[in-house]
């Protein structure tokens, strides 16, 4: 079974600071099945990329995916006080399906 | 609009069973599986297992595996997510999420339903 990583556990920037967080998978992702969602308190999380680098409908371009076999990136290029949040990488692959990160928080200082 | 929406809250004893509905609207009920996904205080979303609206077919995480049952109703164009033998372990917040039709991700989510298992 596929294990997934993040990292850092947590990270506190500044708005208008780039945020860059990394998800590692203990195995190849197949096809790059790797999907991002961010999730705020007391909310569902939302789906934010998907195919490891494709957004989401109505998501704002300053989110961007990038990477493949085990290693990928989430990165928001200027960061926003709503952006506040933990963010969970997600590997789609064997049954039955869905894997998911332990996540990485978001702070706005 | 698609929308999912599931029942409230609920709280339980050890050992009791708890069933939890999703309602879906704005789209063709049986062309998307839909997942269940619980998340306990503090912790990230853990997959319980997935359904097809169309035939019925379910698959269930191991870990959950005897414990729980998905069922759906296309009249009413609703899954319902059965899970029994209730511990303190269960206690989290409880999600049904549409697979997206194009790609392996989730793309529409229920609101939760908080299910506490307290004596």
């Known amino acids: 079974e596929i294990m997934l990583t993040q990292s850092p556990g947590t990270v506190s920037l500044s708005p208008g600071e780039r945020a860059t967080l990394s998800c590692r998978a203990s195995?190849?992702?197949?096809?790059?099945?790797l999907a991002w969602y961010q999730q705020k308190p007391g909310q569902a999380p939302r789906l934010l990329i998907y195919?490891?680098?494709s957004r989401a409908a109505g998501i704002p371009d300053r989110f961007s995916g990038s990477g493949s076999g085990t290693d990928f990136k989430l990165t928001i290029s200027r960061l926003e006080p709503e952006d506040s949040a933990v963010y969970y990488c997600?590997?789609?692959?064997?049954?039955?399906?869905?894997?998911f990160g332990p996540g990485t928080k978001v702070e706005i200082k | 609009q698609v929308l999912l929406v599931q029942s409230g809250a609920e709280v339980k004893e050890p050992g009791a069973s708890v069933k939890v509905s999703c309602k879906a609207s704005?789209?063709?009920?049986?062309?998307?599986?839909l997942h269940w996904v619980r998340q306990a205080p503090g912790q990230g979303p853990e997959l319980m297992g997935a359904?097809?609206?169309?035939?019925?077919?379910?698959t269930y995480a191991e870990k959950f595996r005897g414990r729980v049952t998905m069922t759906r109703d296309t009249d009413t164009r609703t899954v319902y997510m059965e899970l029994t033998s209730l511990t303190s372990q269960d206690t989290a917040v409880y999600y049904c999420?549409?697979?997206?039709?194009?790609?392996?991700?989730?793309?529409?989510w229920g609101q939760g339903t908080t299910v506490i298992v307290s004596s």
């Open positions: 997600q590997q789609y692959g064997g049954s039955p399906g869905f894997i």
């Open positions: 359904i097809n609206p169309g035939g019925g077919g379910t």
């Open positions: 195919d490891a680098s």
């Open positions: 195995q190849s992702v197949s096809n790059s099945y």
């Open positions: 704005g789209y063709t009920f049986t062309s998307n599986i």
């Open positions: 999420a549409r697979r997206a039709s194009s790609y392996w991700a989730l793309d529409v």
